[in-house]
């Protein structure tokens, strides 16, 4: 058994598409609809980097699936390695993502967090050697 994705609810599907593929550049790479069966619209993105995958849950109203949307429920965070977490966190914060109590300023450059458009945690970190500062 391996991990193949995982999956998240989002209450507007174009406006997380773009804070998926925009600002952290994942891309689409598969679609479809489940309106038939009662659900909504999915949307496959993935990494090119490390070959995760994410699906976006979107459901209409009407569809046993579209309950009252808490943020952050039954989701912890979503992880990205990235080389220089103070540049990407500012340039994140700068193009419209929320910032959170969790800055690199916070944890000497090495881990920040800000949320996605329904409030969910996305977390950037770098790998430091012990003893050693992270990059940047």
Do not use: C
């Amino acid at each position: 058994m391996k991990l193949s994705y995982f999956g998240i609810r989002v209450t507007d599907l174009e406006r997380s598409l773009k804070f998926y593929t925009g600002l952290l550049g994942l891309r689409e790479v598969r679609r479809g609809e489940a309106t038939k069966w009662g659900a909504g619209i999915w949307v496959l993105l993935q990494d090119g980097p490390s070959g995760q995958q994410l699906e976006l849950n979107w459901y209409p109203p009407g569809s046993p699936y579209a309950v009252p949307y808490l943020p952050g429920e039954g989701l912890d965070h979503i992880a990205f390695l990235v080389d220089d977490v103070r540049k990407t966190y500012r340039e994140l914060v700068a193009k419209g993502a929320a910032p959170t109590a969790v800055t690199p300023a916070e944890t000497d450059g090495w881990t920040a967090y800000v949320t996605d458009p329904d409030g969910n945690w996305v977390e950037i970190y770098t790998h430091t050697t012990p003893g050693e500062p992270p990059a940047g």
